[in-house]
């Protein structure tokens, strides 16, 4: 199971570059024309850092945290 302790910068980056890059490119939900200037290419490893680790320490807070 995943806890928030294991989440590095590095995986936090890597999870908010992928998440990015799947709502612009393959835009499964149809959101992408909210965000029409929204580059993944143009997005650094600090913004996708603190996107990734949002998204998960959301996630896993709701999901396991009692």
Known sequence: MAKLE???DEKASEFGHALIRWLTDED??????FFPYLDPHAVNDTAASAIGRGVLE???A?????
């Open 6 to 8: 294991d989440l590095t």
């Open 28 to 33: 499964p939900a149809g959101v992408a024309r």
């Open 58 to 60: 959301d996630l896993l």
């Open 62 to 66: 709701d999901r396991f945290v009692e």
